[in-house]
């Protein structure tokens, strides 16, 4: 199973920017799996895939709004609050387990920062 970000191709009929969409692709038959998830970004976003403290796994967005956004990858829906910190756009995003086993995600923005974040089950 493979997870992309898809950069929006310009601007809409209304002039302006169409949102971003994440697409799940099944690696073994190189077709899409369920419905694309919309994320509320006019921007381009970065994607990678990471476990929740319980093992669950998750999609996590980051995009120009500098928040980041978790959704369900098996349902697509989103889980929990954005995550916010970053004060410019999220341009890279890795997952990681620490060495005490929590599963983080780690993002760095344009605003020159670099933060760890937890993946504990949002209710």
């Given at each position: 199973m493979a997870v992309s970000g898809d950069i929006p191709p310009g601007p809409d009929e209304d002039g302006g920017t169409p949102p971003s969409w994440i697409r799940i692709w099944n690696l073994d038959t190189g077709k899409p799996i369920g419905a694309s998830i919309?994320?509320?970004?006019?921007?381009?976003?970065?994607?990678?895939?990471?476990?929740?403290?319980?093992?669950?796994?998750v999609i996590v967005s980051g995009d120009d709004d500098g928040n980041l956004l978790m959704w369900d990858l098996d349902t697509g829906e989103r889980v929990g609050e954005p995550l916010g910190g970053h004060t410019r756009p999220i341009?890279?995003?890795?997952t990681g387990r620490r060495s005490d086993g929590t599963f983080v995600v780690v993002s760095g923005g344009m605003d020159k920062t670099i933060r760890i974040w937890s993946l504990r089950r949002a209710a």
């Open positions: 919309e994320v509320p970004s006019r921007g381009g976003v970065e994607v990678v895939v990471g476990r929740r403290g319980d093992g669950s796994p341009s890279a995003l890795a």
